[in-house]
Nanobody, 116 residues
Framework: QVQLVESGGGLVRAGESLRLSCVAS????????MQWYRQAPGKERELVAGITNGDTTYYTDSVKGRFTISRDNPLNEVSLQMNSLKAEDTAVYYC??????????WGQGTRVTVSS
């Protein structure tokens, strides 16, 4: 079965950086758009960043200039480099594989906590 496994979360101070990674298995990785979502306590899950199968990237406004998404198709990996972290970035971050026709897949999430 398809698996998306995230790693790289943790506890950091405001202004510091983290790099999240998501590795997919049993997925035709190159056919999917890969996205990162996050869900903060008491809030809805929101789209943070995405990269299409053609390498076009997009970001929610609050992370533009601070976060960078990238993908490595041979390694079936998508990464999210998060710089200048803020307390409001605290959330569980989820990896998502999205296809317009086929079903979406989700990872189990990795927790990011930013202390102010």
């Amino acid at each position: 079965q398809v698996q998306l496994v995230e790693s790289g979360g943790g506890l950091v101070r405001a202004g510091e950086s983290l790099r999240l990674s998501c590795v997919a298995s049993n997925l035709v990785f190159g056919k999917y758009d890969m996205q990162w979502y996050r869900q903060a306590p008491g809030k809805e899950r929101e789209l943070v960043a995405g990269i299409t199968n053609g390498d076009t990237t997009y970001y929610t406004d609050s992370v533009k200039g601070r976060f960078t998404i990238s993908r490595d198709n041979p390694l079936n990996e998508v990464s999210l480099q998060m710089n200048s972290l803020k307390a409001e970035d605290t959330a569980v971050y989820y990896c998502n594989a999205h296809h317009e026709v086929l079903k979406d897949y989700w990872g189990q999430g990795t927790r990011v906590t930013v202390s102010s």
